[in-house]
């Protein structure tokens, strides 16, 4: 598992007009190849009446699945823009549609390709790019004495970060904690209620965090 990465937000959708020519971008997060094929359908199929709905999703750790479709552009100058800006912005599980409404003015290979990826970028604005950081979530079990006090700490941490609080017999607290950092933090924990605590390590997750385009 990478410790971060890139990826998009959510769905975004973008239109710009260029030379009479509509380009509406649609860009969403895809973790595997079946769910980006079927954004592409979906777009696809709402945009059946378009003149091309052009793609490209970068998919993987390693950005080990990459595919580029022109939809009947000329070879090069659609979906390998869309794929470039991708990897320029450096965004891991993200597919991207850009359908094109023909207004009758040609743009020529390098207007084409321009086109494309000013739309993407656009695209992907509107979707909004997100951090994903791995780590760990560590669970700290307390008595109900020691819960203001430890929220507290917890919500103006600048280290780490309260994931959620259960109310059971006693407090189980978690908190997103850096890998590196989980020794640290069952120190603090346990200096914080004077050794009254019960810590232990969970699963492994991402924490997202918006990021400026």
Not at 106 to 128: C, D, Q
Not at 145 to 153: A, D, I, M, P, S
Request: with cysteine; charged share 25%.
């Amino acid at each position: 598992m990478l410790p971060s990465y890139y990826t998009v937000k959510g769905y975004g959708e973008n239109e710009i007009e260029i030379e009479r020519s509509r380009f509406i971008a649609h860009v969403a997060r895809a973790e595997t190849t079946d769910e980006a094929l079927e954004f592409i359908q979906k777009i696809k199929k709402k945009h059946s009446n378009a003149t091309h709905n052009c793609s490209a999703y970068l998919i993987g750790e390693n950005d080990q699945i990459q595919k580029a479709n022109d939809d009947g552009e000329p070879s090069g100058t659609a979906g390998v823009p869309i794929l470039e800006v991708l990897k320029k912005k450096k965004l891991k599980d993200t597919v991207v549609v850009i359908t094109r409404y023909f207004g009758g003015i040609k743009l020529g290979a390098g207007g084409l390709i321009r086109a494309y990826g000013n739309a993407t970028s656009e695209g992907i604005l509107a979707a909004g790019i997100v951090e994903r950081t791995l780590m760990r979530v560590i669970h700290t079990k307390v008595d109900y004495t020691w819960l203001g006090k430890l929220e507290n700490e917890l919500r103006s941490s600048t280290a780490y970060t309260l994931k959620e609080i259960h109310y059971l017999d006693m407090v189980e607290i978690e908190t997103y904690v850096e890998d590196s950092n989980t020794e640290t933090f069952a120190e603090w924990m346990t200096e914080l209620t004077n050794g009254q605590s019960e810590i232990y390590e969970g699963a492994r997750v991402y924490l997202e965090h918006d990021e400026a385009v």
